[in-house]
């Protein structure tokens, strides 16, 4: 099993829907997750830590189910700018190693 | 502004010919990372250094150099390309109070 595994989409969503992913993971001694969006070719930048009791940042959630090992984010009110792709990452000793991400696209 | 600055943002090369690609940071993070990006692959780590001086190899290291000479810098080394290193590029490193990642912009190396 991969260590973190993603849905690569792409979800296609209209404007205002609510969309969620999940991520999967393996080796649960993982303490830190995190959500990193990229837009196409540019560098992905940090949209949400993940900590046991989730956490919540407007109209983004993210949650952590160490039972079931996986993450989830969840958008509400989609808008068009919310498309990108969203990595997952599980944060090892000495590194952060990411999922291959999933594709959102968010139409009018 | 805290910045990861890398060089060049494109660049395009023959097989074999020596190449490094710099990467700044401006931010006194002890950690620097080397990752490749590719489709259907996404995000590998190539190499990482947690201070000064000191390397380790990431998730694919093969044909690939690091040093880490001054906190600053950390390049990125090919000492002869192949064109299994076209890629999309990235440095990173990580604050170690909340574990965040910045990255730099990218570099898209072509090897013809």
């Known amino acids: 099993r991969k260590e973190v595994e993603q849905d690569p989409g792409p979800f296609n969503v209209p404007e205002g829907a609510t969309v969620a992913f999940n991520c999967t993971y393996s080796?649960?001694?993982?303490?830190?997750f995190f959500w990193y969006r990229q837009d196409c070719r540019k560098e992905p930048k940090l949209l949400m830590s993940v900590y046991s009791s989730g956490n919540e940042d407007g109209r983004f959630t993210a949650q952590l189910n160490r039972a079931s090992q996986y993450i989830s984010l969840l958008i509400r009110d989609s808008k068009l700018s919310d498309s990108a792709t969203y990595l997952c990452?599980?944060?090892?000793?000495?590194?952060?190693?990411f999922g291959k991400g999933t594709m959102l696209l968010v139409s009018p | 502004e805290a910045q990861v600055t890398q060089n060049p943002r494109y660049l395009i090369t023959v097989t074999g010919k020596k190449l490094t690609v710099t990467c700044s940071q401006n931010?006194?993070?002890?950690?620097m990372s080397w990752y490749r990006q590719d489709p259907g692959l996404g995000l590998r780590q190539i190499y990482y250094s947690m201070n000064v001086e000191v390397t380790d190899k990431g998730d694919v290291p093969e044909g690939y150099k690091v040093s880490r000479k001054e906190k600053r810098n950390f390049p990125l080394i090919l000492e002869s390309p192949s064109p299994n290193q076209t890629s999309l590029y990235f440095c990173a490193t990580r604050d170690a109070l909340n574990e965040k990642l910045f990255f730099g912009s990218g570099t898209q190396l072509s090897v013809l």
């Open positions: 931010m006194n993070h002890e950690y």
């Open positions: 990452a599980k944060r090892g000793y000495s590194t952060l190693t």
């Open positions: 080796n649960s001694a993982s303490q830190s």
